[in-house]
């Protein structure tokens, strides 16, 4: 599954991996960024980045192209 952005990932795997996370892994910052998320707060791409590629199991690879 490809996604076009960090924000769009996150939001994905807010709404159908985390709720399937055991009990044991919804502590700290898994927990913490989907309260801030979910409740108008601020979560930085980078610790999007992190969790999903900690509890995620995501490759994140970043592609720039300068067009002609």
């Known amino acids: 599954m490809k996604f076009s952005s960090i ?4 939001g ?3 709404k ?3 709720p399937d996370l055991p009990a044991d892994l919804k502590k700290g ?3 913490s960024a989907w309260r801030d998320y979910t409740h ?3 979560v930085s ?3 999007m980045k ?3 590629i900690e509890f995620g199991k995501f490759k994140i690879e970043t592609i ?3 067009e002609p």
């Not at 924000?7 to 996150?10: C, I, L, N, V």
Request: proline letters at 8%; aromatic letters at 16%.
């Open 7 to 10: 924000p769009e990932a996150f």
């Open 50 to 52: 992190e969790i999903l």
């Open 29 to 31: 910052k898994p927990v």
């Open 16 to 18: 159908n991996e985390y």
């Open 12 to 14: 994905w795997w807010l």
């Open 40 to 42: 108008g707060g601020g």
């Open 64 to 66: 720039i192209t300068r």
């Open 45 to 47: 791409e980078k610790r």
